[in-house]
């Protein structure tokens, strides 16, 4: 019998193809005390479980390391980095001494226990993104504990032959049945098989539109639905199962008809896939001759020359905040920054690179053992340059690995969050004190050009004030909503209310716009609205001549640039900020 579940829509395009169940991610633990003399043989327990894994990781690297570009996309190597950052984090491993030390539980035990104290206070953070890394914390631990039980990989092919069904029938010009995988979650070594197999796309449990699962997906162009609860549960073995990957949606058993009808689909995916493909070295004009700057936004250097080939005119937010975080306090000193900064700007081949300074704090904490409960409401606290100006140590050793890394190319230095006009100040008297260290000690140095990001309506109403100290301006429409509308994208309870075109929004975003360009000043947006092509006209017709995104999202961007007519579309968006109802008319020129 045909039904459907339905997720979160992370990776475009329909497969098609038979179900292999994924094994159950959750590997039963046993509970128990122990005698104080098996204190030690514990602990060596779990430090052999955890080095194995490590081992495991490492092996993994390498083979990536030896696959070409298309085989293993930069994605999968930074996710390996994650999972052994996480595996020889201290708060992990100190954590689950405790538990064996002091409480005397048995090694699985303690390693569950510290698992869940983590994992609540990823669920307590702001940042999406970091939310979704409880799921690679989750999957560290469920591998050590795979091989202190001495459990297989929960990843392999079906080896039962498969039954002829009509939908077989439908199918059999083609030498392989195609396959697609059901599982719990996923993780990076489990992607890593599956890149390697014959599977044309997954569905998931759990897992957000910022995955790692789904990052991966989108980087490798595979359609996926994550967050589909009870997926694994209720898809069974060789089930025909249809992914769409462009609205979520899990069709098992399909029907012929409906079956005939996806596949209809699919062809003409590909098909736009190819034109699209197409379109890679195609310079960004609209009909009316005005030239788009669409940039790529990356969070790790290796993200650089996979932007590059995406056809990215340059990386327009590089958030360097993956750099600090999960050290334990450790941070990385000037020259680790500067070979990563200096990575990323030669990854582009002399294309411009904007760097991000740090961009961390209450809602997201360097090092996860530690909790602040002084912070009642995180995103409104000690965070971005806020933090950096309270360490400007810290802030001043970042300030001069960018400058020493802009000598290899253009750079771009761009704060965030700035909304007080003394904070600009102290921020442009640190840039100056980091340059002339640099003198001081004979260390070469790069001009850059300053920005400023606008994510606060302080700083959208004062943008005259930000544009006499800054040379560029980068709004970050994700925060920019959520301070707008006092609206928390982490809590669910009210999420529904977080609206790209709710008129006080495209207002702020209006005005930024227009004001920057009155000045001949520089302004891109560089949150989710820049990639989400239902955005595209409305932000040409607002004046936006530049759009920073993740580099899966560039070609289709660049797609609805070309059909647009930037001139025609100027008066029909300012009948749009003018109304009750932005969306409705949105559709109606959709």
């Known amino acids: 019998m045909t039904f459907s579940l339905h997720g979160l829509p992370v990776a475009r395009g329909v497969a098609i193809g038979r179900a292999v169940l994924m094994a159950s991610s959750r590997v039963e633990v046993a509970h128990y005390f122990i005698k104080p003399e098996r204190i030690a043989s514990e602990i060596d327990r779990l430090r052999s479980g955890r080095n194995a894994v490590i081992d495991e990781l490492h092996r993994l690297q390498l083979s990536v390391a030896q696959m070409g570009p298309n085989d293993a996309p930069h994605e999968l190597s930074a996710m390996l980095d994650v999972h052994l950052m996480l595996l020889q984090d201290e708060a992990l491993t100190s954590g689950v001494k405790h538990w064996i030390t002091d409480r005397l539980y048995n090694a699985e035990w303690a390693l569950t226990t510290q698992l869940e104290i983590i994992a609540r206070q990823f669920d307590e953070m702001e940042d999406e993104y970091l939310r979704e890394r409880k799921a690679d914390l989750e999957q560290v631990v469920e591998r050590i504990l795979r091989y202190m039980k001495g459990v297989a990989s929960p990843v392999a092919p079906p080896t039962t032959p498969r039954r002829k069904t009509q939908q077989d029938l439908l199918l059999d010009d083609t030498v392989d049945v195609p396959l697609v995988l059901i599982a719990h979650d996923l993780s990076p070594a489990d992607m890593l098989q599956f890149k390697q197999s014959v599977f044309a796309g997954f569905v998931t449990d759990v897992g957000g539109k910022t995955s790692h699962t789904a990052i991966v997906a989108r980087s490798m162009d595979i359609p996926a639905v994550v967050g589909a609860r009870a997926a694994s549960q209720v898809v069974r073995q060789d089930d025909w199962v249809i992914i769409d990957g462009d609205a979520g949606v899990v069709i098992v058993d399909p029907s012929a008809i409906i079956l005939a009808e996806y596949g209809f689909k699919q062809r003409q995916g590909e098909l736009e896939r190819e034109r699209l493909a ?116 810290m802030f001043r050793t970042q300030l001069r690995a960018i400058l020493r890394a802009a000598v290899h190319g253009p750079v771009n230095l761009l704060i965030p969050m700035l909304a007080h006009g003394s904070e600009i100040r102290q921020t442009l008297s640190l840039i100056d004190f980091a340059r002339a260290e640099l003198d001081n000690r004979g260390v070469a140095h790069g001009a850059v050009h300053l920005g400023a990001m606008i994510e606060v309506p302080a700083a959208a109403l004062m943008v005259r004030m930000f544009l006499r100290y800054f040379d ?37 975003l209006a005005d930024t716009i227009a004001e920057c360009r009155a000045q001949g000043k520089g302004v891109s947006v560089c949150g989710e609205m820049a990639g989400d092509v239902q955005f595209t006209r409305l932000l040409l017709g607002l004046g936006l001549r530049s759009f920073s995104m993740h580099p899966a999202q560039i070609l289709a961007v660049k797609q609805e640039v070309l059909r647009a007519d930037a001139g025609k579309l100027a008066a029909w968006a300012q009948q749009v900020l003018s109304t009750e109802d932005p969306a409705a008319l949105l559709l109606a020129k959709g």
Do not use: C
């Open 472 to 508: 560029f301006l980068s709004i970050g429409t994700n925060d920019l909503i959520q301070y707008t509308l006092a609206i928390d994208r982490a809590d669910e309870s009210v999420a529904h209310l977080y609206d790209p075109l709710h008129p006080a929004v495209l207002r702020l």
């Open 278 to 393: 197409r379109l890679r070295h195609t310079p960004a004009i609209t009909l009316d001759g005005e030239r788009i700057e669409l940039l790529a936004n990356i969070e790790m250097p290796d993200d650089a020359p996979g932007a590059f080939k995406a056809g990215a005119a340059g990386v327009g937010l590089f958030r360097s905040e993956f750099l600090f975080m999960g050290r334990q306090g450790h941070l990385p000193d000037e020259e680790e920054q500067y070979q990563a900064y200096r990575r990323a700007v030669l990854g582009m081949e002399g294309l411009p690179v904007t760097i991000r300074t740090v961009d961390v704090g209450a809602d997201k904490p360097l090092d996860r053992a530690t909790k602040d409960e002084a912070h009642l409401n995180p995103a409104l606290g000690l965070r971005a340059i806020r933090w950096s100006l309270a360490d400007p140590a």
